[in-house]
């Protein structure tokens, strides 16, 4: 017998009080024949049913095989019991990098940085996925220009990313009716629906996972560090944030779960006007460098306050995708400083 007539067979197997078969709840997971030794593992969630469908497939394969082993793997559950950061679970495990852009503060631009980020990605050849946590102000469907798609599925049940720049973005704003409908959700509500998006999203392999963190350093950082193998983090910071604490809780917060940090980027760190180019250091100046310096980690570089970038974004073209080399160059450098820190580069 071959494996594509023990396949075939495996149709006759029948779900325990189901009227479906284990082949179309597509639960077999590896067909292996050696000789007249047969081998099967099945993927399945509910132990009480492991012997009925080990009966049934004796049954079927006893007179064509000698030995017949089925192993069954445990599906992992979908519970509310999260890991640890210590050891995190992996939810993404096509995704070869995982990388978090997150800041203690809101407004200081995680979102663009997160959104250029992962364009230069896909521009450097990457397989790239956006994931933008952050599920009360999800703005990356606009910066990407693609707030007006509706959420697709497709036939295996998962939902369809959209896909714009070489990139795929998934955001919770691609699932409510309009894209300024308010969602009143409860946190432990928000983190389903994110888990959700790492599990039941058709993402395919990934080079990088970028994943655009709300602000603060609550359930969701804690979550997303807990379910995900997190490889680096981005602190984005403002200047004039260093006065605060801010910066520092998220940088603490990341050191104390165990995440590793890439390094900051400064945005926002000068004003360059538009009619006569003269540089403006509103908020001071090196702060991030000094930030990068007392808690010893790298930094990526800086991005000034620009005309172009906020409208540039606001129109759903990232900077990097457009013809403006100066405001490209900014985002390209903190890509490739990254990628150096990571090693990749
Ligand atoms: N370097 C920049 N120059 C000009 N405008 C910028 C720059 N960076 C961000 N902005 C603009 O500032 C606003 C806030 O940026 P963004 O949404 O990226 O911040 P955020 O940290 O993600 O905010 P939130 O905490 O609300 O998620 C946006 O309108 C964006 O276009
Ligand atoms: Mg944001």
Avoid: C
Wanted: hydrophobic content about 40%; charged content about 20%; glycine content about 8%.
């Amino acid at each position: 017998m071959h494996k594509t007539q023990v396949e075939n067979s495996l149709k006759n197997v029948i779900y325990p009080g189901l009227d479906k078969d284990i082949h179309s709840l597509q639960a077999i997971d590896l067909i292996e024949i050696d000789g007249k030794r047969l081998m099967i593992s099945l993927t399945l969630s509910n132990e009480s049913v492991f012997k009925a469908i080990e009966e049934q497939i004796d049954h079927l394969f006893n007179d064509s095989f000698d030995q017949i082993d089925v192993r069954f793997i445990a599906r992992k559950k979908q519970s509310t019991h999260y890991g640890s950061t210590a050891k995190p679970n992996n939810r993404a495990p096509y995704a070869k990098n995982i990388i978090a852009v997150t800041s203690g503060k809101g407004g200081v631009g995680k979102s663009t940085v997160s959104v250029n980020l992962s364009v230069s990605l896909a521009q450097l050849g990457y397989k790239v996925g956006l994931l933008d946590a952050d599920v009360y102000g999800p703005n990356t469907p606009r910066m990407l220009g693609v707030n007006d798609e509706k959420l697709q599925w497709n036939n295996q049940d998962k939902m369809i990313p959209s896909e714009n720049y070489g990139i795929k973005l998934m955001s919770v704003g691609l699932t409510t009716p309009k894209s300024d409908t308010p969602l009143v959700w409860r946190s432990s509500v928000a983190v389903s629906a994110l888990i959700q998006f790492l599990e039941d999203v058709a993402w395919g392999e990934l080079d990088f996972l970028v994943i655009d963190m709300p602000p603060g350093t609550g359930d969701i950082q804690l979550t997303m560090a807990q379910e995900l193998p997190i490889s680096t983090s981005v602190i984005v910071t403002t200047p004039q944030m260093i006065s605060t604490d801010d910066v520092s809780r998220a940088v603490m917060m990341f050191k104390d779960i165990g995440v590793s940090i890439g390094g900051v980027v400064e945005n926002m760190s000068f004003f360059i006007a538009p009619d006569t180019g003269v540089h403006y250091e509103i908020f001071g100046h090196g702060g991030g460098e000094m930030i990068a310096s007392k808690y010893d980690i790298p930094f990526l570089g800086s991005i000034p306050l620009t005309m172009p970038i906020r409208e540039t974004s606001d129109a759903g073209r990232p900077a990097v995708a457009t013809d403006d080399r100066v405001q490209k160059g900014y985002y390209r450098n903190i890509t490739n400083n990254l990628l150096l820190q990571m090693g990749i580069l």
